[in-house]
Nanobody
Framework: QVQLVESGGGLVQAGGSLRLSCAASGRTFRSYVMGWFRQAPGKEREFVARISWTGGSTLYADSVKGRFTISRDNSKNTVYLQMNSLKPEDTAVYYC????????????????????WGQGTQVTASS
């Protein structure tokens, strides 16, 4: 129904930058949010950022606020995560997620809120 494909991960030195992309295809929705989550080895998947289908509403985890920026290009059905000033603790597999046909107003910062997931892309910030 929905395919999400992430790209842009890699290895950078601490302080460096990366931009992740998530291309969506398949079913369309009247309303939706798209989010980025990450999971480090031995840890639970955690929220990073999310954006509404209009692009007018964004939310960030405190740990990335001021360093990461989420954006979208509706013409390309793509969401981006610009990551600056990367730290070793940002090292994780980053996942793109989508929740379609919203029925309530919420923060949408919990993995359980989302229906569709990408395969993930590895981000490593070395010290």
């Amino acid at each position: 129904q929905v395919q999400l494909v992430e790209s842009g991960g890699g290895l950078v030195q601490a302080g460096g930058s990366l931009r992740l992309s998530c291309a969506a295809s398949g079913r369309t929705f009247r309303s939706y949010v798209m989010g980025w989550f990450r999971q480090a080895p031995g840890k639970e998947r955690e929220f990073v950022a999310r954006i509404s289908w209009t692009g007018g509403s964004t939310l960030y985890a405190d740990s990335v606020k001021g360093r990461f920026t989420i954006s979208r290009d509706n013409s390309k059905n793509t969401v981006y995560l610009q990551m600056n000033s990367l730290k070793p603790e940002d090292t994780a597999v980053y996942y793109c997620a989508l929740k379609g046909d919203l029925t309530y107003s919420g923060r949408y910062n919990d993995p359980k809120d989302y229906d569709y997931w990408g395969q993930g892309t590895q981000v490593t910030a070395s010290s």
